[in-house]
């Protein structure tokens, strides 16, 4: 079975600091694909990134980058210079090869102090 | 606005009362997902269909809740008899391919509360 581990359930940070948001899957699929979704206060989900497992190259999209860790089982997150309006609930989701269902964590609520 | 909208965005019923909600996926989108979120967790899957066809349920979908996609576009999901376990956010997404190979598109999902 699979599964999705986001350990750090709210952190809060400074504007302008750098923050890390961790996230370790757990599945015995070697093709998978992994996600990162945003949920602000409106509550509507925001799609951020997707892997597939035979991908470890690390992205960067501006200020967001993803740290994709086969070794370690981890695909973190960090969000340099963070912002007020990065203050939301971010999912770690696990998928399977087929059309399975997406898995997710219980996310992690940042918070992001002016 | 083209992206996927839910009604009603909040309901209040008493127990032992049936409720519907509705979802209206992005028009060009063939798959459509329901997910329940309760308080501190994340989203877990419910059913989905590829145009009309129910192709998945979740265990969790108990023989008190069916959805349906008449014609492949926008589909319903009703609740028989509430409980007040079914109090939850429950979230629509569609998309035009498999849940794994690309974006589910999220409405901002519909808040039952069951008194």
């Known amino acids: 079975a699979q599964k999705v581990t986001q350990a750090q359930t709210e952190i809060s940070v400074v504007e302008k600091e750098d923050v890390t948001l961790d996230c370790v899957y757990e599945?015995?699929?070697?093709?998978?694909?992994l996600f990162w979704y945003k949920q602000p206060p409106s509550g509507e989900l925001v799609f951020l990134i997707r892997?597939?497992?035979?991908?470890?190259q690390n992205e960067i999209s501006g200020r967001y980058s993803w740290n994709f860790q086969k070794s370690t089982s981890s695909f973190n997150f960090t969000i340099t210079a963070s912002q007020v309006v990065d203050s939301a609930v971010y999912f770690c989701?696990?998928?399977?090869?087929?059309?399975?269902?997406?898995?997710f964590g219980k996310g992690t609520r940042l918070s992001v102090i002016a | 606005d083209t992206g996927v909208s839910q009604d009603p965005r909040h309901k209040i019923t008493k127990r032992g009362q049936n409720v519907t909600f509705r979802c209206d996926p992005i028009s060009e989108h063939n798959r459509l997902y329901w997910y329940r979120q309760t308080l501190g967790q994340g989203p877990e899957f419910l059913t989905y269909?590829?145009?009309?066809?129910?192709?998945?349920k979740s265990r969790l979908l108990s023989d008190r809740f069916s959805a349906e996609r008449p014609k492949g576009s926008f589909s319903t999901l009703e609740i028989q008899r509430t409980e007040q376990g079914d109090s939850a956010m429950y979230l629509c997404a569609s998309s035009s391919g498999g849940q794994n190979t690309g974006e589910l598109f999220f409405g901002e999902g519909s808040r039952l509360t069951v008194l």
């Open positions: 892997r597939n497992s035979f991908d470890e």
């Open positions: 599945t015995r699929d070697t093709t998978y694909y």
């Open positions: 269909f590829q145009n009309e066809a129910q192709l998945e």
């Open positions: 989701a696990l998928g399977v090869s087929g059309n399975t269902p997406l898995v």
